[in-house]
C-alpha cells in the first residue's frame, strides 16, 4: 500500500512525527518484552539450581541406595509449583517433593559424563504445561551416587509475558492516540511564524513595498524573515530608482520634443521664406541630435547596468587607442580656442576592453571641453603603476562646488547653475562610473569652483610588454 503524503507542511510533520514515535515505541518494547523474558527464565533457573545443589550437599549413600538428608518444604514447592527429586545412577526415583509426581524419568543424553547441571525444557505427559527441568549428578567420595533433579512450571511465567504483550499492545494505541494532538498543536505552534511570514508576505505588492516583516528573535524563522526584509529593502530601493529614472528620461524627452513641436508648429502657421524654413531644420536638426545622443548613452548605460556587458578583453596599445579620441577632442577644443595637451608613455599595451577604456576617457575629456571656458587648458595624462592605469583629466574650467560632487555620478544629475548653459544629459559621468566599476577599477574626482576639476581613473590591468 502507498501512504500518501499529506499536502501540508503540517500534515507531513505530525504523520512523520507518529511514524518516528510508533517506530521507537516497537522497538523500546521489543526490547523490554525480550529483556523481562531473559530475565525471568533465569530466575528459575537460578533458583532451581540453588535448590538442587543445596540438596546435593546432603548426600549420602547406604547400601547402594542414595539418600538425602535435606529438609524441603513441601507446601512451599507445591505453592511455587516446584518439585524435588533424587534418583540413583539407574534413573529409578529414590524420593520426590513437591507436585508433579507423575513425571516420567528422562535424563539428558550423556549426563553421567558430565559434571555440571543440564537444563531442559519438557512437558506432564497429556498436558501441555511446560515444565524446566534441573539434573544435576551427585558424587559421593568421588564417585556417581546418581542425580538430584528439580523442576519448576513455566506456566506464571509465560501467563505473566503473556500479560505483558498485551499491556504492550494497548499502550502502543494509547500513546498514538495522545501524541497525536500534541503533536499537531507543537507543529502548529512551531510553524506560527512561517505561518504569519506567508500571510504578511501575500499583502505586500508593489503598492506597499515599505512593509516589513518586523519579526523579533533569533531562530530559524526570524532569521529567515530579517533575510526577506532585506530583499524588500532591496526591491524597493530599485523600484524606486526604476521610478525615478522613468521621471528623469521623461523629463529629458520633453524639453527637445517640445522644442521641436514648437518650432515645426510655428513655420507651419504661415508660409514662410526659404531662410525660416532653413532656421527651423537647423533646429530641429540640433534636439533630433540631442536625442540621438540621449538614446545612445541610455543604450550604453542599460548595458553598463546589465550585469552580462561581455567585455572584450584583449591585448592593445594604449596610445594607438587613445589616438582618434584625441583627434575628435582636439577639434572640439579648437573650436573654443582652448589648449589640449596630452601626456601617455609610448608603447604601453595592456589587457583590457579597448572599447570601454576609450569611451571612458571620451567622455572625461569631453566634459573638460564642455565645462572649461574659450581659452581655457585641458590635460590628459596616463600613468602605469605595477599593476593599474591610473588616467588623469583635469581643466582650467569652471569646476564643481562641494556640494555637488558627490551626486555629479547619479544619473541626470547636472549642476544646476550649468544647467541653461549645456545641453548635456546628465548621464556622461554615470555611464563612466559604471564603466571603471565594470573593469574593476575606482573614479574620484577633485575640484574647485573657479580653478577647475580633475578626474582621477585608477584600473587594475595586466600589462603586456612596453
Ligand atoms: P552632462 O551630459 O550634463 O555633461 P555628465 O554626467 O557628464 O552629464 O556630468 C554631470 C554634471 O557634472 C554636468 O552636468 C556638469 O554640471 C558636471 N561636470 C561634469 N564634468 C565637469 C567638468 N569637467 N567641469 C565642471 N563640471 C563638470
Given at each position: 500500500?502507498?501512504?500518501?503524503?499529506?499536502?501540508?507542511?503540517?500534515?507531513?510533520?505530525?504523520?512523520?512525527?507518529?511514524?518516528?514515535?510508533?517506530?521507537?515505541?516497537?522497538?523500546?518494547?521489543?526490547?523490554?518484552?525480550?529483556?523481562?523474558?531473559?530475565?525471568?527464565?533465569?530466575?528459575?533457573?537460578?533458583?532451581?539450581?540453588?535448590?538442587?545443589?543445596?540438596?546435593?550437599?546432603?548426600?549420602?549413600?547406604?547400601?547402594?541406595?542414595?539418600?538425602?538428608?535435606?529438609?524441603?518444604?513441601?507446601?512451599?514447592?507445591?505453592?511455587?509449583?516446584?518439585?524435588?527429586?533424587?534418583?540413583?545412577?539407574?534413573?529409578?526415583?529414590?524420593?520426590?517433593?513437591?507436585?508433579?509426581?507423575?513425571?516420567?524419568?528422562?535424563?539428558?543424553?550423556?549426563?553421567?559424563?558430565?559434571?555440571?547441571?543440564?537444563?531442559?525444557?519438557?512437558?506432564?505427559?497429556?498436558?501441555?504445561?511446560?515444565?524446566?527441568?534441573?539434573?544435576?549428578?551427585?558424587?559421593?567420595?568421588?564417585?556417581?551416587?546418581?542425580?538430584?533433579?528439580?523442576?519448576?512450571?513455566?506456566?506464571?511465567?509465560?501467563?505473566?509475558?503473556?500479560?505483558?504483550?498485551?499491556?504492550?499492545?494497548?499502550?502502543?494505541?494509547?500513546?498514538?492516540?495522545?501524541?497525536?494532538?500534541?503533536?499537531?498543536?507543537?507543529?502548529?505552534?512551531?510553524?506560527?511564524?512561517?505561518?504569519?511570514?506567508?500571510?504578511?508576505?501575500?499583502?505586500?505588492?508593489?503598492?506597499?513595498?515599505?512593509?516589513?516583516?518586523?519579526?523579533?528573535?533569533?531562530?530559524?524563522?526570524?532569521?529567515?524573515?530579517?533575510?526577506?526584509?532585506?530583499?524588500?529593502?532591496?526591491?524597493?530601493?530599485?523600484?524606486?530608482?526604476?521610478?525615478?529614472?522613468?521621471?528623469?528620461?521623461?523629463?529629458?524627452?520633453?524639453?527637445?520634443?517640445?522644442?521641436?513641436?514648437?518650432?515645426?508648429?510655428?513655420a507651419?502657421?504661415?508660409?514662410r521664406?526659404g531662410q525660416y524654413y532653413r532656421d527651423v531644420l537647423?533646429?530641429?536638426?540640433?534636439?533630433?541630435?540631442?536625442?540621438?545622443?540621449?538614446?545612445?548613452?541610455?543604450?550604453?548605460?542599460?548595458?553598463?547596468?546589465?550585469?552580462?556587458?561581455?567585455?572584450?578583453?584583449?591585448?592593445?596599445?594604449?596610445?594607438?587607442?587613445?589616438?582618434?579620441?584625441?583627434?575628435?577632442?582636439?577639434?572640439?577644443?579648437?573650436?573654443?580656442?582652448?589648449?589640449?595637451?596630452?601626456?601617455?608613455?609610448?608603447?604601453?599595451?595592456?589587457?583590457?576592453?579597448?572599447?570601454?577604456?576609450?569611451?571612458?576617457?571620451?567622455?572625461?575629456?569631453?566634459?573638460?571641453?564642455?565645462?572649461?571656458?574659450?581659452?581655457?587648458?585641458?590635460?590628459?595624462?596616463?600613468?602605469?603603476?605595477?599593476?593599474?592605469?591610473?588616467?588623469?583629466?583635469?581643466?582650467?574650467?569652471?569646476?564643481?562646488?562641494?556640494?555637488?560632487?558627490?551626486?555629479?555620478?547619479?544619473?541626470?544629475?547636472?549642476?544646476?547653475?550649468?544647467?541653461?548653459?549645456?545641453?548635456?544629459?546628465?548621464?556622461?559621468?554615470?555611464?563612466?562610473?559604471?564603466?571603471?566599476?565594470?573593469?574593476?577599477?575606482?573614479?574620484?574626482?577633485?575640484?574647485?569652483?573657479?580653478?577647475?576639476?580633475?578626474?582621477?581613473?585608477?584600473?587594475?590591468?595586466?600589462?603586456?610588454?612596453?
Amino acid at each position: 500500500m502507498k501512504i500518501r503524503m499529506p499536502a501540508t507542511l503540517r500534515g507531513r510533520l505530525v504523520l512523520l512525527n507518529l511514524l518516528l514515535l510508533t517506530g521507537i515505541l516497537f522497538l523500546t518494547f521489543i526490547a523490554s518484552y525480550l529483556f523481562l523474558k531473559a530475565w525471568l527464565y533465569r530466575q528459575v533457573d537460578n533458583s532451581m539450581s540453588m535448590l538442587a545443589r543445596e540438596v546435593s550437599l546432603d548426600i549420602t549413600v547406604e547400601n547402594n541406595n542414595i539418600v538425602s538428608n535435606y529438609s524441603v518444604n513441601d507446601s512451599e514447592l507445591e505453592k511455587q509449583r516446584q518439585f524435588m527429586r533424587v534418583l540413583n545412577n539407574n534413573g529409578a526415583v529414590q524420593e520426590h517433593v513437591g507436585p508433579f509426581q507423575e513425571l516420567p524419568v528422562q535424563l539428558p543424553a550423556n549426563i553421567e559424563n558430565l559434571r555440571r547441571g543440564v537444563f531442559e525444557n519438557t512437558t506432564m505427559p497429556g498436558d501441555d504445561e511446560v515444565i524446566r527441568l534441573y539434573t544435576l549428578p551427585v558424587f559421593y567420595h568421588e564417585r556417581p551416587a546418581g542425580f538430584v533433579q528439580t523442576g519448576q512450571s513455566l506456566e506464571s511465567v509465560q501467563d505473566l509475558l503473556q500479560a505483558t504483550i498485551f499491556t504492550l499492545l494497548f499502550l502502543i494505541p494509547l500513546s498514538l492516540f495522545i501524541a497525536w494532538p500534541c503533536s499537531r498543536w507543537l507543529t502548529f505552534k512551531t510553524l506560527a511564524p512561517l505561518t504569519y511570514i506567508a500571510g504578511t508576505a501575500e499583502q505586500i505588492t508593489g503598492h506597499q513595498l515599505y512593509r516589513r516583516l518586523g519579526m523579533k528573535g533569533e531562530d530559524e524563522a526570524a532569521r529567515m524573515a530579517a533575510a526577506l526584509d532585506r530583499m524588500l529593502d532591496r526591491l524597493q530601493e530599485s523600484f524606486e530608482s526604476y521610478r525615478q529614472f522613468t521621471g528623469d528620461v521623461s523629463h529629458e524627452l520633453r524639453t527637445p520634443l517640445t522644442i521641436i513641436r514648437g518650432e515645426v508648429s510655428l513655420a507651419l502657421q504661415k508660409d514662410r521664406d526659404g531662410q525660416y524654413y532653413r532656421d527651423v531644420l537647423a533646429c530641429v536638426d540640433n534636439e533630433v541630435d540631442r536625442l540621438v545622443r540621449l538614446e545612445e548613452q541610455l543604450l550604453l548605460l542599460a548595458r553598463a547596468e546589465g550585469e552580462k556587458m561581455d567585455l572584450r578583453i584583449a591585448r592593445f596599445n594604449v596610445k594607438e587607442a587613445l589616438a582618434p579620441i584625441l583627434r575628435q577632442i582636439s577639434l572640439l577644443a579648437a573650436a573654443k580656442n582652448q589648449q589640449i595637451g596630452w601626456s601617455i608613455p609610448e608603447d604601453i599595451f595592456i589587457e583590457s576592453d579597448s572599447g570601454v577604456f576609450k569611451q571612458i576617457v571620451l567622455n572625461l575629456l569631453d566634459n573638460a571641453v564642455k565645462y572649461t571656458p574659450r581659452e581655457g587648458k585641458v590635460d590628459l595624462s596616463v600613468i602605469c603603476r605595477p599593476d593599474r592605469l591610473v588616467i588623469t583629466v583635469s581643466d582650467t574650467g569652471e569646476g564643481i562646488s562641494g556640494e555637488h560632487l558627490e551626486s555629479v555620478f547619479q544619473r541626470f544629475y547636472r549642476v544646476p547653475e550649468q544647467r541653461s548653459k549645456s545641453t548635456g544629459t546628465g548621464l556622461g559621468l554615470a555611464i563612466v562610473k559604471k564603466l571603471v566599476v565594470l573593469l574593476g577599477g575606482e573614479i574620484a574626482v577633485n575640484s574647485n569652483v573657479g580653478s577647475g576639476s580633475t578626474f582621477r581613473v585608477s584600473l587594475p590591468v595586466a600589462f603586456s610588454g612596453k
